[in-house]
Each structure stands twice: as C-alpha cells, then as structure tokens.
Nanobody, 129 residues
C-alpha cells in the first residue's frame, strides 16, 4: 500500500526558512497524475490548504497567507514535492500535512471541507518562534 512520507519539519526563528518534503513510499508509484498539496493545522483549528500543484500541467495554488513566501517545487529525481518556506512567521506554526488526490481539481482539493484527499502524510511539526 502506497503511503506519503514527509520530512523536514523543525523549529526556526521568525524570518528563517525550512523545506518540507513529501514522497511516495513506493518509488515505483508515479505522482505524475496527482494533485498534491500541503495543508497545515494549528491546535484547535481546522486543517487548511496552503499550497498545491496539479502535477500533470504544473499549475499551482498558494493561499494568500503564504503567497510570496512559500513555493511548492517538484523534485523529479525523488518523485516528490517540497514545500519551500521562506520568511517564516510565528503564525506559520502548525502541523503540516502532505496530501494527494488523483481525480480532483486543485481548487476542489484545497477548498473543500473536509479536504477530499486520497492519501495523507503522517504530518510534520513546524514551530516558528
């Protein structure tokens, strides 16, 4: 069974950078036809999408709260996507989750509650102080 494996969380001071990674646990499982997105959930709050990419066409979405600071590059060599987070703020502190969906639009995946995600990563904590 395919899983999404996340890495790269940690603690950083405000203004710093972190890069999260999300890859398939099975190297033979191609992510080409997927929409993949990063969500975050702070304590007591709902899980919200912050960035996503429709891999077949390369279209991307960024929430207003992260636009200009976060990017979601694809890593073809690792069959993965990353979340590059720059100029981190205290309000970016949350548990970050990678999600993948095959038969969804990117808009639908990001904005529907609960998110219609087929695969979730295990989550990784990002703490900004």
């Amino acid at each position: 069974q395919v899983q999404l494996v996340e890495s790269g969380g940690g603690s950083v001071q405000a203004g710093g950078s972190l890069k999260l990674s999300c890859a398939s646990s099975n190297p033979g499982y191609s992510i080409d036809g997927l929409c993949m997105a990063w969500f975050r959930q702070a304590p007591g709050k709902e899980r919200v999408g912050v960035a996503g990419v429709r891999l077949a066409v390369g279209s991307r979405y960024y929430a207003d709260s992260v636009k200009g600071r976060f990017t979601i590059p694809r890593d073809n060599a690792k069959n993965a996507v990353h979340l590059q987070m720059n100029d981190l703020r205290i309000e970016d502190t949350a548990q970050y989750y990678c999600g993948a969906a095959r038969y969804r639009t990117l808009w639908n995946m990001i904005h529907t509650r609960p998110p219609p995600v087929d695969l979730w990563g295990q989550g990784t904590q990002v703490t900004v102080s």
